[in-house]
């Protein structure tokens, strides 16, 4: 494999379908990373991020068996933006450590990393070589969330409100998907997407 490897953002708003589209794309052949799932190892117990949350934020945040307290942190995370960045400034530099470790070590024609904050984060355009939005509209968007992860509504409205808009996104967008519709619907448009990735891929190697 080449040193640089043909990188793809894949990102898009909560529960707007980043997580099926990567899906997809990796039973093509694609390498994907997600950087919730890094995240989520980072709160695991014993993950690095523990003790720098425990400092912050007090064994409020931690259950019993020493990992993060999701559920703890999102209602503190979404309801006051202060204790957000704090957060994000505690766990966002290590994603970004292990994201570049893991996309370096990827095996496969090109790699996909998988950015909820994607165009939130700095110097974003020199990062990717095309910057993937899988969109729908924000009343879908919460209706698969809540039904996913039971929810309130107010509280997927909350999250929804500190990420960027659509519009921001579709503006920042080389490739948007429309997940409007059907999972067929999105696989067909992430499978015409893989092709040009690849022959881009190859291009460029
Ligand atoms: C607040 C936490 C504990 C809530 O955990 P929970 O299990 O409910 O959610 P999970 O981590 O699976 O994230 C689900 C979705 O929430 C949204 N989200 C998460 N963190 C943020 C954030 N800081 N700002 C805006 N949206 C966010 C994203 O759309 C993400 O896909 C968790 O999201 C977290 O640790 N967030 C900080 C790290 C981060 O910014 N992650 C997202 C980018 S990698
Ligand atoms: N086209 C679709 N039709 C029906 N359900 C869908 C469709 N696309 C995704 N879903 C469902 O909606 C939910 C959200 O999708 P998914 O998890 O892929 O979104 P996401 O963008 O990765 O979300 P998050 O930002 O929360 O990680 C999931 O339960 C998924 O199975």
Sequence with gaps: MNSHHFLVGLTGGIGSGKSAAADRLAELGAAVID????????????GAAI???????????????????????????????????????IIHPAIRAESDRQIREACGPYAVLVVPLLIESNSYRERYDRICVVDCPVDVQIARVMTRSHLPEDQVRAIIAV??????????????????????S????????????????????
């Design 35 to 46: 950087t919730d799932l890094i995240a989520h190892a980072l709160t695991a117990p014993g």
């Design 163 to 184: 990420q960027s808009s659509r519009e921001e996104k579709l503006a920042a967008a080389d490739d948007v998907v429309d997940n409007s519709g059907d999972l067929a």
């Design 186 to 205: 999105l696989y067909a448009q992430v499978d015409r997407l893989h092709a040009r990735y690849l022959a881009a891929a190859g291009a460029t190697s």
């Design 51 to 89: 003790e720098p949350i425990r400092e912050a934020f007090g064994n409020d945040v931690i259950t019993a068996d020493g990992a993060l307290d999701r559920k703890a942190m999102r209602d503190l995370a979404f309801s006051d933006p202060q204790a957000r960045r704090q957060l994000e400034a």
